[in-house]
């Protein structure tokens, strides 16, 4: 186990503000699919920070949901359909309009998107 992890673990008191790797933990999530809930609503940060800021999150709505099984189940339910679609359109099962075409026109479409991917990262 992560000694950052089991140091978090063996804290009597959670601290007020929890980051995305620290709420990863309580709740069973890796930090990508923290981000895909707060994108989704599911999971709201503590203030109203801007997009690039770093989020925190109240540690009693963090226990509050991690003692939710509708919750629990709505969000990997969300998260199975999310990671899903993201790799049918990785590996180019997506009949959107976008990817739709023949040929040229489709590996140019795929190129830009990689293009795009790869500068968002």
Avoid at 21 to 41: A, M, N, Q, R, Y
Avoid at 75 to 88: I, K
Wanted: net charge positive.
């Amino acid at each position: 186990m992560n000694p950052d992890k089991l140091a978090f673990f063996t804290y009597r008191l959670l601290p007020a503000r929890l980051t995305v790797v620290e709420v990863g933990w309580l709740l069973g999530f890796g930090p990508k699919d923290i981000t895909v809930l707060v994108s989704h609503g599911l999971l709201k940060p503590v203030g109203q920070p801007s997009p690039n800021a770093t989020k925190y999150f109240c540690s009693v709505d963090v226990e509050a949901l991690r003692t939710d099984a509708k919750w629990i189940n709505r969000a990997s339910a969300l998260l199975y359909r999310y990671w899903r679609t993201m790799n049918a359109q990785r590996d180019g099962e997506d009949d959107s309009p976008l990817t739709k075409g023949t040929g040229q026109q489709r590996s140019t479409i795929k190129s830009r998107n990689h293009l795009i991917r790869l500068k968002a990262a």
